[in-house]
């Protein structure tokens, strides 16, 4: 009997920690994070990583990295901002826009020694003009010097800031949870216009990222439309309904286009939660065609490609010109899925398990995987990566900010 203990906890330990943390897991969990078999392609890999403050824990968020004028930016959600060398993930700069507070507080209880208030960080990170921008829950926008991280300004607007704001002509454009998009000077951070609209009962935990472009300032609304406001004024140039309530419940009804829209060609491309994918004319607000695919996530686009990852994290590629589906996937159900990043003839989306996954652009092929994090949630990627210049930069859950090579 005690050798067929031993056995078993030999077996047990062998087996590795994965086995043991399944019995804590139903079939449904356990289904979801089964990977489909693959053979790569090809071998992405990690080449440098490095912890910024804490990431965002378990809270709602779009933070997210940027890259840019030689350097990756990254933040937590407590208030540490930093910037890091592309090329080794050394850090250049670091600062940090926590307060401090005469008592600490752990859990529900205050203890008796000074602490660190978190800034709640949630929106950005936005470069413009040797300038980051960065928005908090508090109802703070920082203007920060890229170079050396110096503060150039500090904003406080009416209600918190969780996505990424836009700037354009000399305005910084930031739209908050209560439905109020402001123009902010992008010398001082004083409010230029204030523009409102209508929140209804129940909406998602998001807000669209504004878009800045040609005058005009772009933005999803919660009630399911599209508005481009004049950006030198805030005036409204045209409203367009993306989506109409339907449903007997204030759930069902639910319609928020929390998407950042898209411009290119003279077209707008948002998707709204509430099941509908458009094209819309910037000049006119006109709906060039629509279809029925519903999502939170942002849509990306390359070439004549529309790139979706819908509410159940399948994967779609659509014809900008027509709304066409050209292929989809849906292997990967259930994994909350990021939006798609095109990265050369492939795009890259991450999973809240830490994984990368790899499809051509063209077909659809899923032809590639990369561990990022530990197969854990709390090591999971939750936004998008970053790929620009040339470099591909991806964060997890638990503030792990990490470059991975490229095909």
């Known amino acids: 009997m005690k050798n067929s203990v031993t056995i078993l906890v030999a077996i047990l330990l062998l087996s590795g920690c994965t086995t043991v943390s399944n019995w804590f897991k139903d079939e449904e969990e356990i289904e979801i994070q089964t990977l489909p078999p693959l053979q790569n392609q090809f071998e992405s890999k990690v080449l440098w990583d490095e912890e910024v403050g804490d990431g965002i824990d378990n809270y709602f968020s779009r933070l997210r990295p940027a890259v840019g004028f030689g350097k990756v930016f990254a933040?937590?959600?407590?208030?540490?901002?930093?910037?890091?060398?592309?090329?080794?993930?050394?850090?250049?700069?670091?600062?940090?826009?926590?307060?401090?507070?005469?008592?600490?507080?752990?859990?529900?209880?205050?203890?008796?020694?000074?602490?660190?208030v978190s800034a709640k960080v949630s929106g950005?990170?936005?470069?413009?003009?040797?300038?980051?921008?960065?928005?908090?829950?508090?109802?703070?926008?920082?203007?920060?010097?890229?170079?050396?991280?110096?503060?150039?300004?500090?904003?406080?607007?009416?209600?918190?800031?969780?996505?990424a704001p836009a700037v354009d002509a000399g305005i910084v454009v930031v739209n908050t949870v209560a439905g109020i998009l402001l123009g902010l000077d992008s010398t001082d951070g004083s409010i230029l216009w204030q523009t409102?609209?209508?929140?209804?009962?129940?909406?998602?935990?998001?807000?669209?990222?504004?878009?800045?472009?040609?005058?005009?300032?772009?933005?999803?609304?919660?009630?399911?439309?599209?508005?481009?406001?004049?950006?030198?004024s805030g005036l409204t140039a045209w409203e367009q309904v993306i989506a109409k309530p339907a449903g007997a419940t204030e759930l069902e009804r639910i319609v928020d286009v929390d998407s950042a829209p898209v411009i290119f060609g003279g077209n707008i491309y948002v998707v709204?939660?509430?099941?509908?994918?458009?094209?819309?004319?910037?000049?006119?607000?006109?709906?060039?065609?629509?279809?029925?695919?519903?999502?939170?996530?942002?849509?990306?686009?390359?070439?004549?490609?529309?790139?979706?990852?819908?509410?159940?994290?399948?994967?779609?590629?659509?014809?900008?010109?027509?709304?066409?589906?050209?292929?989809?996937?849906s292997e990967l159900r259930r994994r909350n899925l990021t939006s798609a990043t095109p990265v050369g003839e492939y795009?890259?989306?991450?999973?809240?398990?830490?994984?990368?996954?790899?499809?051509?652009?063209?077909?659809?092929?899923?032809?590639?995987?990369?561990?990022?994090?530990?197969?854990?949630?709390?090591?999971?990627?939750?936004?998008?990566?970053?790929?620009?210049?040339?470099?591909?930069?991806?964060?997890?859950?638990?503030?792990?900010?990490?470059?991975?090579?490229?095909?």
Not at 204 to 214: K, M, T, Y
Not at 301 to 316: K, P, Q, W
Not at 373 to 400: A, H, K, N, S, W
Request: no cysteine; proline share 3%; net charge negative.
């Open 75 to 116: 933040a937590d959600r407590e208030g540490i901002i930093t910037a890091l060398d592309p090329e080794t993930g050394d850090t250049i700069w670091e600062i940090d826009v926590s307060t401090r507070s005469t008592r600490s507080y752990i859990g529900n209880l205050y203890g008796l020694f000074p602490g660190r």
């Open 124 to 163: 950005g990170l936005t470069l413009a003009s040797n300038t980051l921008y960065v928005g908090t829950e508090n109802g703070l926008v920082y203007a920060i010097n890229q170079e050396d991280g110096e503060i150039k300004w500090v904003a406080d607007v009416p209600s918190e800031v969780i996505s």
């Open 196 to 232: 409102e609209s209508d929140v209804p009962p129940l909406t998602l935990r998001g807000a669209s990222a504004p878009a800045a472009a040609n005058g005009g300032a772009i933005v999803g609304l919660a009630s399911g439309r599209l508005r481009v406001s004049i950006i030198d």
């Open 272 to 329: 709204s939660y509430g099941g509908a994918l458009s094209s819309v004319e910037l000049r006119t607000g006109q709906v060039v065609w629509s279809r029925e695919y519903a999502s939170y996530r942002n849509v990306t686009i390359f070439g004549n490609r529309l790139f979706v990852t819908d509410n159940n994290s399948n994967i779609y590629a659509i014809d900008r010109r027509n709304g066409v589906e050209l292929w989809s996937f």
């Open 347 to 407: 795009i890259v989306v991450g999973d809240k398990f830490g994984f990368l996954h790899w499809f051509t652009q063209s077909e659809g092929e899923y032809v590639s995987r990369l561990a990022i994090g530990d197969d854990d949630q709390d090591e999971g990627i939750y936004v998008e990566p970053v790929y620009q210049d040339g470099v591909l930069i991806v964060q997890t859950r638990d503030g792990v900010i990490s470059r991975v090579s490229v095909p």
